[in-house]
């Protein structure tokens, strides 16, 4: 065999050019090659570990069977370079672009507002052309597969689709539910009211205006790769790196040669499990063999009795071979093939599927493999070949247990798979449960079947394997043998479960957690099958009327059998008319396209990582305590200083000036505080140098006690961050001795991570001059930033200037922490004299930076029996890490908003920040509200329990009525409030689909819908006056064209688009003629933090002065000359010596809290809203199906409602995935375990309520804000909670049906495991249960 010592060039093309790399890297994956050494920043970098779909590009390849050219999506983070041999890459730029022709999947996601930060917007893009280069016009099933594997933080996916829906086939109106039936169909349910409001528009965006999709204009497969791979060479390629060498054969005969010579060489495929592995564990391999080129594991052959596919083949193409196979032969025979495709359509996103190969997966043996239990029950074998021959081995357990003995040889491969047909009387089934629906490895997953012997019920062989309960896939062979023989009856089931909770036994400190929910899994499967093969043997007695009689199934248990569908989410967002007598030009309330939204589609929008490297920049990693609370001892940086590409390490002493606070210093200097604390920073010429150097950094810590996490024990060492906040109003007490019933509970709600899509990130460059620094960095404060610098190098704020183009996502999280990086970054610069670049890996930014508060918190509620509540009495704490950040502000605004809607005369409220040895807890979007308030509604929820009445009865009867004073004393009026309220009543058809859910829950046992309608009353701003000033500075150029610059950040929310808007109104120019380029603390100094709803509302204002002045200025010459031109006007002005530049400001609103009182006016004006969610359970399982969700939102006169509604839709998601799927694990040891979108589960777009209807309330107040508009960025995060009372109000209706105790803990999130242990039942009974005392568990709750 060939095997040169030379490395070979890689040639491949991207966006239709020719790329050939010599001496390439086998190390570098494609999203780097393409981000740093082609300079094609349009693909993202988010996670990195093929969970987000920020990189997703498109790759096109010829396949050697069939001759087509095939086009899939890919994460590029994990595609090592050498693997794109011979294909062809096309990236968002390669798509289209502004200066060239954009492609109408950009143009129609930016113009239907899709995109909000943008930073998931190109990898929307790709997943979205490669489907449609696939399937011009594609189902929405299609669509939906395409976008599942990409997250976006920001939008709630909703417009993302319903830009992609442009491209389906059925894409005609807005075919609500799917019915085919336009919502504003004046022969529907719902329609009687809008056509009376002719005033309400419900288009965001005009479909019409869209260009055609046209398939001719795609780049072409280029045919230098179409000859290369008519005529493949068949030598083998090396490319060797400095430690990695890749080597590709031609054939068969030589990879055989190679694996032989090198036996611990792993086969690379799809890298989507060696690639993880790599960066995770650090496993290191100096050769791999790639089998691409080996058509022989591509091959797929149809027998009689089977199907044989190759190794090499993709997940997504095993999909569509059985797809194929299961559409050609009868039902029977493929039992396999359909369990296989039902976990196919879940496994992973679209993007992995497509890379991921089918050996790459058996051979992975991963514990939550979804795909080896099925295999294993349904008899699959394996086809391995060597230089020595081919042998056949069977999937069993003894392979998935990796026995010696049942194994591969090292020197073998995987070649094929053969899956053999079913048979009649054979049933297999496949199931799995996992956090949500899609994008996320199981919990547990089975496989089962079943062979009875003909015409009868006895079981003549019975095959079990489960996932996710042990280290590899478990097969329950044992008792299996024991059933064969049982009739397929009730006595069988009990007998089944007693005998596989014996074998499948989880010790109560598993790994993964989650111990008695997963024994509960095993049995509930095991329930589903049993009710599936009754169901199917029915069907078989209807087919032969004179066999055997089986068990029937009461039509209320028939309800356990179907899982819920995967869906897209539709319905229709309504908005207020502009006047008909605003001018065409006046944007103001019009749902104006996000300001970048074209260059976020393109990739041209430019983001801090995005910024070219500058002359000698160096990289930066930072390097964190591994220990929760420890003296530091000794540091020894000598090892990492002697590696090449190491400048220096960057300590505490290195400070010039201050060292952050006591309390909050940036590096620490001889104690940690949490595991996360930042040490130190390595300063290297890349960032894989710096990487590795931080691993050979030897720390030595002496563990100080006490160490904290729970919110219980710092209690017990009345361990707090800053004194309790309290409010009380009546007498709490004395209104306890007078009502009807008194009850209390507890709630808990665990913490939330920011999740922005782009990481903290910052660059800092040093000038030679007067000590000048420019900063770029991703933050909500570039003041903040600046003057942290400031003081931590010692040097006046003027040299300093902080600028910020665009934020990828904050919601609260880079309202404080950027300083902290950009402090130490600049510490960096200064001390080397550099430019440093630092951006956090996902990793590190989630372990590093905190985020919401959980929060613990105990309610005493008294009311009568009629449901008025008389007294409340709340106490909470908060976990607020271990720094005081923003906790202590944190908890004064979640007392103050803790009243939500209802007036309650007898009040206490208590909050505490409790200090904790966790990285420090900040800002988020809702600042405590979202977490508080959820205890007050389930006070409502407990009191509606007691009285027997419904909980919206017991919200109507203590919501706040007429012209009225809130705990603090400041006086408002809920007229909005109520209004919002019926509106969602009535928009939501509550009351009869109330009904309607209750008829379901009568038929149906194992699911459950649940309904719960929630008001709010959010109180916008800061509640401080000084907080509410802002500045602009409106530049007017002498051709006419305007600059505006103001205080507030681009983070997505749009404010630049809105800003403009107002200049635009106020000039009286079209918006095409403003422009704005960056946030920069040189030209508008002092600025607040963009946060708290209020940024647009205040900058706008302060623009609407800059534009007066300016056109003040303008008048006389205006009136000279009244018909000439904005530009005729400019020119003058320039001559006659008018400034043409003005400072606009404003001093803000006046907000005060006297908490020594307990009296205020802490906030400028309030959000009112309502939301109205029903939900479905299965309560076997615990997972749950978003059925509708209504909105209701008081924005006022909206200044954009394209805008305005995006950030309801996008909060709300953001809301739901905090009250159901965002969960954090730490270790009893306090490491955060969930430190990537793998583990961590914010909502993907399936997550998205099947109907999500959002109505912003025609305005009929005039708040002392911009044209009368309110901030609308935090306050659907609450509503969200909507999704949470409806799971809750399902799980109390199958509690109340099974006879189990009615109050239950309330505990947010309500992941299927809690709602699965909630609905308590035979199978929860029959699970055997730990004493906690005995074991130390996997994870511990913080909250
Ligand atoms: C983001 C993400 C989400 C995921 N979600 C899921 C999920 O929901 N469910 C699930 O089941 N899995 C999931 N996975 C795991 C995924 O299914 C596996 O990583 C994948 O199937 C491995 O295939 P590969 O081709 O990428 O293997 P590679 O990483 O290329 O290789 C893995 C191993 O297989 C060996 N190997 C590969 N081919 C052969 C062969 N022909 N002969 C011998 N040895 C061979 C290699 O030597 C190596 O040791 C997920 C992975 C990622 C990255
Ligand atoms: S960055 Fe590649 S999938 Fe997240
Ligand atoms: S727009 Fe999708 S992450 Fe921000």
Redesign the pocket.
Known sequence: MPCPSKSDDLVFFVNGRKVIERNVDPEVTLLTFLRKNLRLTGTKYACG???CGACTVMVSKRDPLSANIRHFSITAC?VPICSLYGAAVTTVEGVGSINTRLHPVQERIAKSHGTQCGFCTPGMVMSMYTLLRNHPQPSEEQLLEALGGNLCRCTGYRPILASGRTFCVESNGCQQKGTGKCCLDPRGNDSSSLLRESDICTELFAEDEFQPLDPTQELIFPPELLRMAEKPEKQTLIFRGERVAWISPGTLKDLLELKAKHPEA???????????AVKSQGHFHPILLS?ARISE?SMVSKTSDGLTIG??CS?AQVKDILAERVSELPEEKTQTYRALLK?LR????QQ?RN???L???I??R?C????NPILAVGNATLNLISEEGTRQIPLNEHFLAGLASAD?KPE????SVYIPHSQKWEFVSAFRQ?QCQQ????DVNAGMRVILKEGTDTIKDLSIAYGGVGAATVSAQKSCQQLVGRPWNELMLEEACRLLLEEVSLPGWAPGGKVEFKRTLVVSFFFKFYLEVLQELKKLVKLMPDSHHYPEISDQFLSALEDFPITGPQGVQRYQRVGSHQSLQDPVGRPIMHLSGLKHATGEAIFCDDIPMVDRELFMVLVTSTRAHAKIISVDLSEALDLPGVIDVITAEDIPGTNGSEDDKLMAVDEVLCVGHIICAVVAETEVQAKSATEKIKITYEDLEPVIFTINDAIKHNSFLCPEKKLEQGNVEEAFEKVDQIVEGEVHVGGQEHFYMETQRVLVIPKAEDKELDIYVSTQDPAHVQKTVSSTLNIPINRITCHVKRVGGGFGGKVGRPAVFGAIAAVGAIKTGHPIRLVLDRKDDMLITGGRHPLFGKYKVGFMNNGRIKALDIECFVNGGCMLDDSELVTESLILKLENAYKIRNLRFRGRACMTNLPSNTAFRGFGFPQGTLITESCITAVAAKCGLLPEKIREKNMYKTVDKTIYKQAFSPETLIRCWNECLDKSSFHSRRMQVEEFNKKNYWKKKGMAIIPMKFSVGFAATSYHQAAALVHIYTDGSVLVTHGGNELGQGIHTKMLQVASRELNIPMSSLHICETSTATVPNTIATAASIGSDVNGRAVQNACQILLKRLEPIIKKNPEGTWEDWIESAFEQRISLSATGYFRGYKAFMDWEKGEGDPFPYYVYGAACSEVEIDCLTGAHKKIRTDIVMDACCSLNPAIDIGQVEGSFIQGMGLYTTEELKYSPEGVLYSRG??EYKIPTITDVPEEFNVSLLPSSQTPPTIYSSKGLGESGMFLGSSVFFAITDAVATARRERDTVEDFTVRSPATPERVRMACADRFTEMIPRDDPKTFRPWSIPIA
């Open positions: 570990s093929g969970g994990l792993p086969l690379i495929s799809g890298n989507t499990s060696l690639g993880p089998p594991l190794a090499g997940l976990h879940s496994l992973a996103s992995i890379m991921a190969s050996g790459g997966h051979i992975s991963h939550y493999s979804d795909l591969l073998e491969i995987l070649e996992a994008n996320a490895l199981a979108p793998d």
